[in-house]
């Protein structure tokens, strides 16, 4: 097993406050390292980063000036991650629809692959708190693009997922430029053509109890017109 030590959790925010100091919490009692990238929540989430006493030895902060996407976030966190002495890094939701239960079984893996994915579509997994459409429509979604994408990959726009460094080096995420679950989507189509080692553990997605989704028809728009892209560049 990956000591805990070695391990960066990185969580974009935007107006978490509501959910943020329980997490960083949550994190930080697991011995675990964690940066936030906070997109200037007006609820005041970066603050909170702040005050805590881990800050800037096991908790770090990127505050950037207004809203960008999670995709973006993401990108920052990962060119942060490379220049750190941390061995991998694990994406993970502060709303707690990640739990850490399975983020437990994610690591636990670590030693395994170069990239973890905590998938809804195996057996054992699956999602709570979701209406039978939302349900629906993501478990289709999934099939739709694994199909499109010739990929092997059950979830696709799981955002719980591990890389190691060699796998961040291989994927050219900053050539990405998908924002939403096109993100997510992208990243593992480039996993796998860069002929990476991914596993796929089972997790329970749990809707969030408190603050509001991000998510919106923007983003799963942006996803079915990247699906279209890469059909065709696959096509070609
Ligand atoms: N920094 C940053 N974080 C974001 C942005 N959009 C969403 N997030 C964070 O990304 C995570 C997932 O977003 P969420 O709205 O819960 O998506 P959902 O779970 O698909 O409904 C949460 O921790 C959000 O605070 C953004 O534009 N910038
Ligand atoms: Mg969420």
Request: aromatic content about 12%; hydrophobic content about 40%.
């Amino acid at each position: 097993m990956i000591d805990n030590n070695n391990i960066l959790i990185i969580s974009p925010t935007y107006n978490e406050i509501q959910n943020i100091e329980l997490f960083i919490n949550s994190v930080l009692e697991l011995n675990l390292n964690l940066l936030i990238i906070d997109d200037g929540s007006p609820d005041g989430t970066a603050q909170i980063v702040k005050k805590s006493k881990k800050y800037n030895k096991k908790l770090f902060l990127i505050e950037r000036s207004h809203k960008m996407g999670l995709g973006s976030a993401y990108r920052e966190g990962f060119s942060w991650f490379l220049n750190s002495e941390y061995s991998h890094c694990v994406e993970m939701d502060v709303d707690f629809s990640h739990t850490f239960e399975d983020l437990k079984k994610i690591l636990s893996k670590l030693s395994f692959g170069d990239m973890v994915i905590g998938s809804r579509y195996i057996k054992g997994g699956g999602s709570k708190g979701w209406d039978r459409r939302r349900k629906a429509l993501s478990k289709y979604a999934n099939l739709f693009s694994r199909s499109i994408l010739n990929s092997d990959l059950n979830d696709l726009t799981s955002g719980f997922r591990s890389f190691n460094k060699h796998a961040l080096t291989e994927i050219e995420f900053n050539s990405i430029t998908t924002n939403g679950y096109g993100f997510q989507i992208e990243m593992a189509f480039n996993a796998e053509k860069a002929g990476l080692t991914i596993l796929e553990v089972p997790i329970t997605f749990e809707e969030r109890r408190l603050g509001q989704s991000k998510m919106n028809l923007q983003i799963t728009f942006e996803a079915v017109m990247l699906l279209f892209k890469l059909f065709i560049k696959r096509k070609k």
